[in-house]
């Protein structure tokens, strides 16, 4: 897992502000929440399901737009990620948060296959996740007709 150590967050003041430890200043806004995620996508990784349970809401909701599928709660949220059948391996790309709010963007190795996945957390007075809405954005080719325009990676 890479750091997010180099994405900058606001302070209180509005000035912006970058952690150096990988973990948020404690005058980030969202810096509880924002810590909370971070340990979601380590304890994940890690394959560590009672830390990964630490970081939900008892009634946290999972939701994935794509295929319409939502899990309520704690229990059945760890187990769905626990009873995944893939060895996957996923690296956090960048977190950004704000108050109440944080957006990570993560790489995940499924064997040969790279995804791209974006997962918007909101969290509790607690620090604790109350909900994931994550987005796995197929790839595909551009339209004709702005080549001039684009440089292709």
Do not use: K
């Amino acid at each position: 897992m890479t750091s997010t150590s180099d994405v900058p967050t606001t302070s209180t003041s509005g000035a912006p502000t970058t952690s150096t430890s990988g973990v948020p200043p404690v005058d980030t806004p969202a810096g509880g929440l924002r810590g909370t995620v971070e340990t979601y996508w380590a304890s994940a990784v890690a394959r560590d399901w009672d830390a990964f349970a630490d970081t939900l809401a008892e009634d946290v909701v999972y939701e994935l737009p794509q295929t319409r599928e939502r899990i309520r709660g704690r229990e059945r949220y760890v187990r769905f990620n626990r009873d995944y059948p893939a060895d996957w391996h996923a690296r956090v790309e960048r977190i950004v948060a704000e108050p109440g709010q944080v957006v990570s963007w993560i790489r995940v190795t499924v064997g040969p296959e790279e995804m791209d996945a974006v997962s918007f957390f909101t969290g509790d007075a607690h620090g604790r996740i109350t909900s994931v809405t994550d987005f796995w954005p197929e790839p595909y080719e551009p339209p004709t007709g702005r080549e001039h325009l684009v440089e292709r990676y």
